[in-house]
């Protein structure tokens, strides 16, 4: 009983592995085509909007560069990290490079997330129909692209393990 409870929560899991991709990216269509017949303007609604643009603006600059300061720097770190230890043994060297692409992985994903929050200050400057729905299928988009790093940095755990790789033999 165990084993059936087992096996089709392993089913569900596989299908929603699928299910879910295909319905964000079904999502993504669909508003695209929406956006192709929407040319609907809102009206202002706060009547200090130009100050609100101002903040926003800068707000959407400080985003923006903490999205670019993270990529980067994980980048970065992880060529530095790469290099250092490009001459190390086969075993060591697999491990390594596990590890510094779950690092990437977790840094790519923080910026993603300073990125999309960049995405949600332009709203405020711009609320027009169209602008909702191109950051809808932004955030959409991002949903994407965070679910497969996520399951990529989680594949990857699993094949990296808490504790040092080592590859089977080749005898």
Do not use: W
């Amino acid at each position: 009983m165990s084993d059936n409870a087992s096996r089709n929560n392993k089913q569900e899991e596989h299908c929603m592995n699928y299910l879910l991709p295909i319905a964000v990216i079904a999502g993504l269509v669909v508003l695209l085509i929406v956006i192709a017949d929407t040319n609907l303007e809102l009206p202002p609604i706060i009547p200090q909007e130009e100050i609100l643009t101002k903040v926003a603006g800068y707000l959407i600059i400080v985003a923006e560069a903490a999205a670019a300061l993270v990529i980067g720097s994980a980048v970065f770190r992880a060529v530095v990290s790469y290099i250092r230890h490009l001459f190390d043994p086969m075993a060591r060297q697999i491990n390594s490079t596990e590890r510094i692409r779950l690092r990437l992985g977790h840094m790519l994903n923080l910026g993603l997330e300073f990125a999309m929050g960049s995405d949600i200050l332009r709203l405020a400057v711009s609320p027009s129909t169209a602008d909702i729905i191109i950051l809808f299928a932004i955030v959409l988009l991002r949903i994407l692209l965070n679910y497969f790093l996520e399951r990529e940095i989680r594949s990857s755990a699993e094949f990296c393990g808490p504790g040092n790789y080592v590859p089977p033999s080749q005898d």
